[in-house]
């Protein structure tokens, strides 16, 4: 965990060789500490330190802090009589209270308990220890009070609502952006293993950081203490007389161990490994980085990388990297997973007139993350765009929480490459059929507000504009060219990228006429026809952008003798200085090689318009309401939980999954199982002509094995049908009319539960269009799944059927999300059709698989 002051601290279970540090840890505590920990005076002794060590994990269990090498926390809980309470307790060191320590250890005690059924935590606090009812008041969770026998009593539910995971998150952003500091804004920089030789990676990142224009001091060091560059070596860093904030490392993969452990003892804070020789190689290297990190953590600082680039900031004119080409400077921040793609996009960026504030390659990330280099770029005034290469993620949930924060104020574009493997579980249910791995990015972005690119040219195009331009209030574009096959072009471009090319307003129609030739056309696009002059270009422009239809402008130019390119954007760029659009302007300037500082630049006009249909997505995305957490209510977790306690991995039986859906407010059809021909004609006579009669058996796909009839009409029919089926089955009500709707979960091993919707019945595959969201959903989320797509059309009510009941149906997504959230052993859950009618709806099939997967250790809670 991060804390206040950007120093990490490792958490860990206790063990039975802990005892002597705890009994130190306890020791050292003043009186006063110890009193209000234990209320009362204790002797410190091993027996004191024995009771937090060796603890089962169920109805005991207990964290330990250390930080280099030193315990400096300890927090427990212990279940009470009432089988989901415990009560927890919680001492840290008296020289590090303040700094946040004790709201951590809270966190994850909480979280820890959880996994094993714990509901809520009672904790009694003296009323004096003031710190430790701050660390409570302070959560985020829900407490109830209250003073008896001169002790407070606290009780809260331990569950993480949506306003707890705000308060952590809040805590997390601070907590990242300091521990970043000494990367971002690093007052000095040591280079170990620059060597004097050139052509080395070492020696080449030194002089790149000396040639950069950093504003601090540089030291090199290798093993001869040579000097690099006219700078002054050293052979080791603790020779160097003064503090170092920020520490490269480009040895051999085997020689970095020692290498770290030097600077980590000499007070570095911030590591970046360039070496390779880690994860990627497999086994030997994957152990090696897990020592690395070990030892990082231990010393309660970051690692970027190992297996990366370097990182360059523009803040402080850092260019610790081994790019043969220096980082231009700008406004956009940009992280990549992959080296060889970050050096490909710089030798582009530079191309196209893109500044970087700043380059991270986090190679590895077996520390530093994506989701940490959002947090830094939110707080970063000198980042307006933030771009991102991605081949995994790492916390997939904590991203769609940062990025959607940072979204709302600066647009982030990302490249992604690879899938997360869910594609090779098998796909039993028609939900997970239509879902995968891609699926699952998808919705991510699109929950977060993140721009998906198809590839390297399409993430350069749409930075172009959003690091230049204002965006876009709406989707009409208009077009100004002297060639009218290049104008047709870009139209059809723009139907392509979801925009439109409207008519204009009769005053701009009249003041084209007006400046234009006869011959040319005002229409949309405009065409000025070939003999157009640099004139007409300067005075078109800033008629067409005073338009009150048109809300972008592309402006194409092929070469004629009678203008230049180089001309033609000069004089554009000069009209968008004499009156500063508040509209994206776009250019396409065959022929034209100066740069615009006011217009956007584009090879083709496919590029622009595609571009220009980007910043419309975002503009509009923009415009959706943020949602907020929505805790549904009549769900009973526990009642859940013992339905799948005592049934089998697999397909759940009918009455099982009945019972589970149940438990949630899930609603479904009434329905009988029958054992034989006579039971089913009993319950058809029950229910009233016509029934459904389907089969009993768990997990059948029906209407594939020919296992369900409908519209079945008398007692005769029923015994046919029960014979052809065969015993046990379902009998159910006919159901007529409504939107036949598909919804369910499916739960993909990086991402977690998705939720479904979309087209159902037999026809569900078929006709697809299922919409996706990673849960835990926002109202808003519910409501756009409901209502976007073809299954959207269905609810709104399709070629004059009656609108189905929308709100019922956003809260029945809304309830599969917390169940795929409290239950992550439900790997498949398919409700297949949902009636939906004006006045609710009902899940008339439902088949659930059970998968016990082994949870997985994170050495990263944050």
């Avoid at 307790?89 to 004790?102: S, W």
């Avoid at 390779?276 to 980085?289: D, T």
Wanted: glycine share 10%; charged share 20%.
């Amino acid at each position: 965990m991060i804390l206040r002051d950007g120093r990490t601290l490792r958490l860990r279970a206790t063990v039975r060789a802990d005892v002597p540090g705890l009994v130190s840890f306890f020791g050292a505590l003043s009186p006063n500490s110890l009193y209000l920990r234990f209320h009362g005076v204790v002797s410190v002794d091993e027996a004191l330190a024995r009771q937090f060590v060796d603890l089962d994990g169920n109805e005991r269990g207990s964290l330990v802090g250390v930080l280099a090498d030193r315990v400096v926390c300890v927090g427990s809980w212990a279940r009470l009589r009432e089988p989901h309470t415990a009560e927890a307790a919680f001492v840290v060191a008296d020289e590090l209270q303040g700094q946040g320590i004790g709201t951590r250890l809270l966190e994850r005690l909480a979280a820890v308990a959880a996994e094993v059924g714990i509901e809520r935590f009672v904790a009694m606090v003296l009323p004096a220890n003031a710190a430790m009812l701050g660390v409570f008041a302070g959560s985020g969770l829900e407490l109830k009070r209250q003073l008896e026998n001169g002790v407070f009593e606290i009780e809260f539910p331990i569950r993480p609502t949506a306003a707890y995971i705000e308060r952590v998150d809040r805590r997390d952003h601070v907590s990242v952006v300091e521990s970043l500091r000494s990367f971002f804004e690093p007052r000095s920089v040591a280079v170990i293993g620059a060597s004097s030789r050139r052509g080395t990676i070492g020696g080449e990142l030194f002089r790149n950081v000396l040639t950069g224009g950093f504003t601090g001091a540089a030291y090199p060091v290798n093993r001869k203490g040579e000097a690099v560059g006219g700078v002054r070596g050293y052979a080791d860093l603790s020779e160097i007389p003064d503090p170092v904030d920020l520490a490269v490392i480009c040895v051999p993969g085997e020689h970095v161990l020692p290498a770290a452990e030097s600077a980590l003892a000499a007070g570095v804070r911030a590591l970046c490994v360039i070496s390779a020789g880690f994860a990627e190689i497999g086994g030997e290297g994957r152990e090696r980085q897990e020592r690395l990190l070990a030892v990082v953590r231990a010393h309660g600082a970051r690692l970027l990388g190992p297996n990366c680039l370097g990182i360059a900031s523009a803040a402080v004119g850092l260019n610790a990297t081994f790019a043969a080409r220096p980082v231009p400077a700008g406004n956009i921040g940009f992280s990549s997973q992959s080296g060889a793609l970050g050096l490909a996009f710089l030798e582009a960026a530079a191309t196209r007139g893109l500044g970087l504030s700043s380059f991270v390659s986090i190679g590895n990330k077996a520390d530093v993350s994506s989701n940490d280099l959002l947090e830094w770029w939110q707080d970063d005034e000198t980042t307006d765009v933030v771009l991102l290469y991605l081949e995994s993620f790492g916390n997939p949930r904590k991203f769609a929480r940062v990025a959607r924060r940072l979204a709302r104020s600066k647009p982030i574009l990302a490249l992604k490459s690879g899938t997360t493997g869910s594609g090779a579980r098998a796909a039993s249910s028609h939900t997970a059929a239509l879902a995968g791995s891609e699926a699952a990015v998808d919705a991510l972005f699109h929950q977060a507000g993140v721009f998906r690119a198809a590839t390297l040219e399409e993430l350069l195009d749409a930075t172009a504009l959003l690091a230049s331009q204002p965006l876009p209030r709406g989707r009409r574009v208009g077009v100004l060219t002297n060639a009218g096959g290049l104008g047709i072009l870009c139209a059809d471009a723009c139907e392509a990228a979801g925009l439109e090319l409207p008519t204009f307003s009769p005053e701009t129609e009249a003041a084209l006429r007006e400046l234009l030739p006869a011959e040319a056309s005002v229409a949309n696009p405009i065409d000025m026809l070939g003999s157009a002059r640099v004139v007409s270009y300067e005075r078109a422009l800033p008629i067409l952008v005073a338009d009150p239809r048109i809300d972008a402008v592309i402006v194409l130019f092929v070469p004629p003798v009678t203008a230049g390119g180089d001309e033609v954007a000069t004089a554009l760029d000069a009209a968008l200085a004499a009156a500063p659009a508040e509209k994206p302007v776009l250019g396409v300037l065959l022929g034209a090689t100066v740069g615009s500082a006011n217009m956007a630049r584009f090879d083709y006009p496919e590029s622009a318009a595609r571009a220009l249909g980007r910043a419309a997505d975002r503009a509009e995305w923009l415009r959706r309401p943020a949602g907020v957490g929505v805790d549904v209510d009549g769900v009973d977790v526990e009642s859940a939980r013992s339905v799948l306690d005592q049934a089998e991995e697999g397909w759940l039986t009918p009455a099982q999954a009945r019972a589970l859906l149940a438990s949630f407010g899930i609603p479904v059809v009434d329905e009988q199982i029958a054992e034989d021909e006579d039971a089913a004609v009993t319950a058809a006579d029950a229910f009233g002509y016509p029934v459904v009669v389907k089969s009993a058996v768990a997990g059948a796909h029906k209407t594939e094995t020919g296992g369900v009839a409908v519209d079945v009409r008398d007692a005769h029919d029923v015994r046919d049908v029960v014979a052809q089926i065969g015993a046990p089955v379902l009998v159910q009500p006919f159901l007529r009319g409504g939107a036949e709707l598909l919804a369910g979960i499916v739960q993909d091993p990086v991402f977690g539960p998705l939720v479904a919707f979309g087209p159902g019945g037999v026809y569900a595959e078929l006709i697809g269009d299922a919409g996706f969201r990673i849960a835990p959903l926002t109202d808003a989320d519910a409501a756009e799944l409901v209502h976007s797509g073809k299954a959207g059309r269905l609810v709104a009510g399709f070629r004059g059927a009656r609108p189905a009941d929308a709100a019922a149906l956003e809260d029945l997504v809304l309830r599969l999300s917390r169940l795929g959230e409290e239950l992550p052993e439900i790997a498949e859950l398919d409700l297949n059709p949902v009636i939906a009618g004006p006045d609710g709806c009902v899940a008339v099939d439902a088949r659930v698989r059970l998968e016990r997967a082994p949870r997985e250790a994170r050495a990263k809670t944050w």
